[in-house]
């Protein structure tokens, strides 16, 4: 179930006792992750955040119903980073559905 489809949505309530240790555990990995990252280099660095990126705007684009060409949206993605084309192939033209 999405946060969207509760019957109580937009009206969000929560037990901020009950999030701390889950939200401080992410926020832990989250910074392992950083560190790691920061170890690979500029390149792998770049790409990782083009994968993750490319692989949110598709997933959100399903949440909504539409199915978006993955090509486009990392061609559309790396644009907006500043990540050279020819590192992600030939431009298709922006976000379409397919």
Same mark, same amino acid.
């Given at each position: ?5 509760? =019957? ?7 037990? @901020?006792?009950? *999030? $701390?240790?889950?939200? $401080?555990?992410?926020? *832990? ?6 560190? &790691? ?5 500029? $390149? ?5 955040? *083009?994968? =993750? #990126? ?16 993955? &090509?486009? #949206?990392?061609?559309?993605? @790396? &644009? &907006?980073?500043?990540?050279?084309? @020819? $590192? #992600? ?7 379409? @559905?397919?």
């Amino acid at each position: 179930m999405y946060v969207w489809q509760r =019957a109580d949505w937009p009206h969000f309530r929560w037990d @901020a006792e009950r *999030l $701390a240790r889950p939200l $401080a555990e992410a926020h *832990l990995k989250q910074g392992r992750l950083l560190g &790691r990252l920061e170890q690979l280099g500029f $390149a792998l660095r770049g790409e990782a955040e *083009l994968q =993750a #990126v490319t692989e949110e705007a598709l997933k959100n684009s399903e949440i909504e119903g539409e199915i978006l060409d993955r &090509r486009s #949206v990392r061609s559309s993605v @790396a &644009r &907006r980073l500043g990540v050279p084309e @020819a $590192a #992600v192939g030939p431009r298709t033209g922006g976000l379409k @559905a397919s």
